[in-house]
């Protein structure tokens, strides 16, 4: 994009690429555009230009020829107005493809819709993001619920059930860096919250109560794949006065009977593998 790719690096990487036992040289130029759609992501907000080579790790000047060839593709969108950039259309939609070809989000997705259908809760389908467990499918119901949660949300590792769900059944080695920011308070604190993972991997789910919003209460079953690696977390939402939160509630079993049935699906479908990324 900038020029500094040649014939002879691309066709090095072509020469080279399946052969065994040599590495394959890639479009050093394609390298530094991931480093600037990298940056944006980890942000997760829009960015200035200046931001963003920074993060990068890239001189403005170098910068600004990927991220106008990054917003002719559609991969960017520039705000016409603040001149931040943000994710386009392009990226989207690779998203939604990944999504989609994910053995544990199709398996997901039609049971979730069921179970939303014959319980009246809300359900989020969430998955392991760099920032915390973010909503990939949000299934609304018929008890009306009043809380801003859609697709990209991203949840609180130690306010809400899903967060802790993650926390219990994944190492603390493999928690996003958000965790030092949210836990906040001393010792006594910490104590509380190992507690409550404790309480979540004895049941096989966690809850929450009124919290992180008032009068909206929410269980957490986590759906593993074949080597017991915690794929995704499905969270019923309710109200408090609907939702009984009792771990032998038969809210509380339909959500794990659920979570088992993908689990079960991906293991046995053939291809029980996270796509990559």
Not at 196 to 220: A, I, K, Q, W, Y
Not at 263 to 272: H, K, L, R, V
Request: aromatic content about 6%; glycine content about 6%; charged content about 15%.
């Amino acid at each position: 994009m900038d020029g500094t790719t040649n014939a002879t690096e691309e066709a090095d990487g072509a020469e080279t690429a399946g052969q065994p036992g040599r590495a394959s040289r890639g479009v050093q130029s394609v390298d530094v555009a991931a480093r600037v759609l990298q940056a944006l992501a980890q942000a997760r907000r829009p960015l200035a230009p200046g931001d963003i080579a920074t993060l990068a790790g890239l001189p403005p000047a170098q910068a600004h020829p990927y991220l106008v060839s990054l917003t002719r593709l559609g991969l960017l969108k520039r705000d016409p107005m603040s001149g931040d950039y943000a994710p386009g259309p392009m990226t989207l939609r690779l998203a939604l493809l990944h999504l989609e070809n994910d053995p544990a989000y199709r398996a997901a997705v039609p049971r979730v819709v069921a179970f939303a259908r014959e319980t009246g809760f809300c359900v989020a389908i969430c998955t392991s993001a760099p920032q915390g467990p973010v909503v990939v499918h949000f299934e609304r119901a018929a008890f009306p619920l009043h809380v801003n949660l859609h697709v990209g949300s991203v949840m609180s590792l130690t306010t809400t059930s899903t967060g802790r769900a993650f926390c219990a059944f994944t190492l603390q080695t493999q928690w996003p860096p958000a965790w030092h920011e949210q836990m906040v308070g001393d010792a006594a604190e910490r104590a509380r919250f190992d507690a409550l993972l404790d309480e979540t991997r004895e049941h096989g789910m966690s809850r929450s109560v009124n919290t992180p919003s008032p009068s909206v209460s929410s269980l957490c079953a986590p759906v593993f794949d074949a080597s017991g690696r915690l794929r995704l977390a499905l969270t019923a939402i309710g109200p408090t006065a609907a939702l009984d939160v009792a771990w032998d509630a038969e809210a509380a079993n339909a959500l794990r009977a659920t979570a088992a049935a993908i689990a079960s699906q991906i293991a046995t479908s053939g291809n029980d593998r996270e796509v990559a990324a």
